[in-house]
């Protein structure tokens, strides 16, 4: 399958604890991007990635959040001292690089984690 | 904030056409109109886009207004497999997508 991957599917915390979350690209794409998803709403922009380089990040994602990307390839998401409004889908998409002033390349997501925190 | 408008829930018949309205008054004239759609459980996945012309492809139509400020998702035929959560989305080449609440699809058989 050479589809956007995320492990694990579901993961189950208790409050104060740290969780890590993996995504794995589309191996072509350069860009990859973590969005978190609450009931009823659309996915919120959280940070992405051009390589192994951060290059945004939003004033949602708090200190406790940190993302990597070493390689430039797969990506994790950790979450420290997880508190219960953490508990959210985190869902991870990546995309080739905008090179061309004409073009607005899509975004490919993958399942997302659903993270539970009690 | 998303910069569209769209209902918070439409219901279609099966192997009917669906036009699924999105307002974006405030478009700029580099913003791309996108549509996402998010099946149940799942991710969203890639609709359709355009910037000023009518676009076509395997999975929908997309009509975009003369000045830009509405445009509309059409399904040819709505099967069962459609009902999901659409969302049209504006954005700038370089800028992240921010999505709104979107509009449930319902397909009844």
């Known amino acids: 399958d050479t589809g956007v991957s995320q492990n694990p599917r579901h993961k189950i915390t208790k409050r104060g604890q740290n969780v890590t979350f993996r995504c794995d690209p589309i191996?072509?794409?350069?860009?990859l991007y973590w969005y978190r998803q609450t009931l009823g709403q659309g996915p919120e922009f959280l940070t992405y990635?051009?390589?192994?380089?951060?290059?945004?990040k939003s004033r949602l994602l708090s200190d406790r959040f940190s993302a990597e990307r070493p390689k430039g390839s797969f990506s994790t998401l950790e979450i420290q001292r997880t508190e219960q409004g953490d508990s959210a889908m985190y869902l991870c998409?990546?995309?080739?690089?905008?090179?061309?002033?004409?073009?607005?390349?899509?975004?490919?997501f993958g399942p997302g984690t659903r993270l539970t925190v009690t | 904030d998303a910069k569209t408008t769209q209902p918070n829930s439409m219901e279609s018949n099966e192997e009917e056409p669906v036009h699924l309205p999105c307002n974006h008054s405030?478009?700029?004239?580099?913003?791309?109109i996108h549509w996402y759609r998010q099946l149940p459980s799942q991710g969203p996945e890639y609709v359709i886009h355009?910037?000023?012309s009518n676009v076509n492809n395997r999975m929908a139509s997309l009509a975009i207004a003369e000045d830009r400020k509405s445009s509309t998702l059409i399904l040819h035929r709505a099967t069962l497999r459609d009902a999901a959560v659409y969302y049209c989305?504006?954005?700038?080449?370089?800028?992240?997508?921010?999505f709104g609440p979107g509009t449930r699809l319902s397909v009844l058989p």
């Open positions: 998409a990546s995309s080739l690089p905008e090179l061309s002033q004409q073009i607005s390349y899509e975004q490919y």
């Open positions: 191996s072509e794409h350069n860009r």
């Open positions: 990635f051009q390589n192994e380089a951060q290059l945004e």
């Open positions: 405030t478009i700029s004239g580099t913003d791309y």
């Open positions: 355009g910037l000023t």
């Open positions: 989305i504006l954005r700038d080449r370089g800028q992240n997508f921010v």
